[in-house]
Structure formats: structure tokens, C-alpha cells
Nanobody, 125 residues
């Protein structure tokens, strides 16, 4: 069973930065595509960023491109999301997700089999 545990959320002022972490169990991090999604109040869950299991190709939603960076450290079994130039529109619960082993990297939540519990990010204006 894959376990994902997010941390690093909190309250930050607009223009500030936060780094989210996601600790993954086992060898998930180097065998599965990983992603960050978020759900804002009253909205559907949306894709934020993803990273492939192989060469670490990254993918970003247009809304975060140039402001957020997804990365991972296989030796630490940890996925990161560095967020900068935050705005109130980034306020949401952020979830990390892992796909099935050796699967392709996707941007839709249905393609991800395992999810963390989420961490709240609140950006004040």
C-alpha cells in the first residue's frame, strides 16, 4: 500500500512563498508518476503540476507556470512543490498523488491511484 503524507502548508501573504513536501512510502517515488492537485473552496479539484518517474519531465498548469516548481529527491522519497509569487487565487487544499507503477504521467485526477490527505494553503491579500 502506497502512503503519501503532505506537509508545509500554511498562511502566507500575497507575493510570498511556500514549499510543500510529500513523503512517499517505499520505492513509489522512482517508479510512479507523481503530481500535485488542489481544490479551492467551491471548486473542482484541479491539476497543478506533475513529474514523470523516469527522467523527471515536468508538467504545469498554465495558472502556475513560472511560479511553481515540482521536484523530487528519490533518496529521501520526497516530492516537493515550491510555490512563489502566491496570490489569493492559490488558496486551496493541496494534494500529492501517485500513479500506478511505470505508468505514463497524466494531468487528470482519475489517472492517479494514491492520494495524500492534503495540506491547506491560504494566501491573504
Amino acid at each position: 500500500q502506497v502512503q503519501l503524507v503532505e506537509s508545509g502548508g500554511g498562511l502566507v501573504q500575497a507575493g510570498g512563498s511556500l514549499r510543500l513536501s510529500c513523503a512517499a512510502s517505499g520505492s513509489t517515488i522512482n517508479k510512479s508518476p507523481l503530481a500535485w492537485f488542489r481544490r479551492a473552496p467551491g471548486k473542482e479539484r484541479e491539476f497543478v503540476a506533475a513529474i514523470s518517474w523516469s527522467v523527471g519531465t515536468t508538467y504545469y498548469a498554465d495558472s502556475v507556470k513560472g511560479r511553481f516548481t515540482i521536484s523530487k529527491v528519490n533518496a529521501k522519497s520526497t516530492l516537493y512543490l515550491q510555490m512563489s509569487s502566491l496570490s489569493p487565487e492559490d488558496t486551496a487544499v493541496y494534494y500529492c498523488a501517485a500513479g500506478l507503477t511505470w505508468s505514463l504521467t497524466r494531468t487528470t485526477p482519475d489517472e492517479y491511484a494514491y492520494w495524500g490527505q492534503g495540506t491547506q494553503v491560504a494566501v491573504s491579500s
